[in-house]
């Protein structure tokens, strides 16, 4: 029995996004982000982390049944989408920014027919893209950067 199902969804989810030719040339981070000097990729993902200081993973367990050996944990997983450039319009950088957001909801999203992983790979019994967004734009000495802060929320049985 798992004591967690968060590290293994945090790495089914960089799975999916590294196995997908919608992320193709965008640079994927397993947790914390670069600093705004090490402006490298124009589009970066980064999976459990966001612009402000939350939390990688939020969540709570509780017990799945009366005999309380089973566990239910719920949780979500903060993920960020960027996109900077070495100009100052925003736009592009704003849409680019959810375009990523938009295709990694693709890839969990249970409604999508074909290629779609719900349960990211059956380590979890259900994961979606839910909850608040929090939109960042900012123009730095780089130039114009947006950032879309989301969830992956995830719910396992452990």
């Not at 969804?9 to 590294?18: E, F, K, P, R, T």
């Not at 640079?27 to 402000?52: M, T």
């Not at 990211?120 to 994961?127: E, R």
Request: glycine share 10%.
């Amino acid at each position: 029995m798992a004591g967690s199902a968060i590290p293994l969804a945090i790495d089914a989810l960089l799975g999916l996004v590294n196995g997908s030719s919608s992320f193709a040339g965008v640079k994927v981070f397993d947790g914390p982000r670069v600093s705004d000097n090490d402006l490298v990729n124009k589009d970066r993902l980064y999976i459990g982390d966001s612009v402000q200081d939350e939390p990688a993973v939020e969540g709570e367990e509780s017990a799945a049944h009366s005999d309380l050996i089973s566990r239910d944990e719920e949780f979500a997983i903060v993920c960020t989408a960027e996109a900077w450039t070495g100009d100052v319009d925003m736009k592009p950088r704003r849409d680019r920014a959810f375009a990523l957001k938009n295709a990694l909801e693709v890839l969990v999203r249970p409604t999508v027919v074909g290629g779609s992983q719900p349960t990211l790979g059956g380590v979890v019994l259900w994961a979606e893209v839910a909850g608040g967004v929090r939109v960042d734009q900012k123009q730095t000495p780089n130039g114009a950067v947006c950032s879309v802060t989301f969830h992956v929320n995830c719910r396992a049985r452990i």
